[in-house]
Nanobody, 115 residues
Framework: QVQLVESGGGLVQSGGSLRLSCATS????????MSWNRQAPGKERELVAS????????NYADSVKGRFTISRDNAKNTVYLQLMNLKPEDTAVYYC????????WGQGTQVTVSS
């Protein structure tokens, strides 16, 4: 019954920005730390950002630190990822999940950054 629906991806040029959303249902969202993750072709899925249940603490992969911002709205059961100063190496399918990961994944949203 857990549902994770990512949206907001697209095609942007280097240096551009996007705002990703993950609408969730089927679990008590406000009790869980959440994460954004990405998977590029030929690579394993990797954690890029996480946020605690109340939104007061965040963590980022070194590769995105200073460029991405994770946030959440517990009233809307939604977690967001603001991507700024995008680079071609950010190209991937982006997925949300809890942290630690559970065995529920949405379809993801494609982010493509052209050079």
């Amino acid at each position: 019954q857990v549902q994770l629906v990512e949206s907001g991806g697209g095609l942007v040029q280097s240096g551009g920005s996007l705002r990703l959303s993950c609408a969730t249902s089927g679990f008590t969202f406000s009790m869980y730390a959440m994460s954004w993750n990405r998977q590029a072709p030929g690579k394993e899925r990797e954690l890029v950002a996480s946020i605690n249940s109340l939104g007061g603490s965040t963590n980022y992969a070194d590769s995105v630190k200073g460029r991405f911002t994770i946030s959440r709205d517990n009233a809307k059961n939604t977690v967001y990822l603001q991507l700024m100063n995008l680079k071609p190496e950010d190209t991937a399918v982006y997925y949300c999940n809890t942290k630690p990961w559970r065995s529920y994944w949405g379809q993801g949203t494609q982010v493509t950054v052209s050079s």
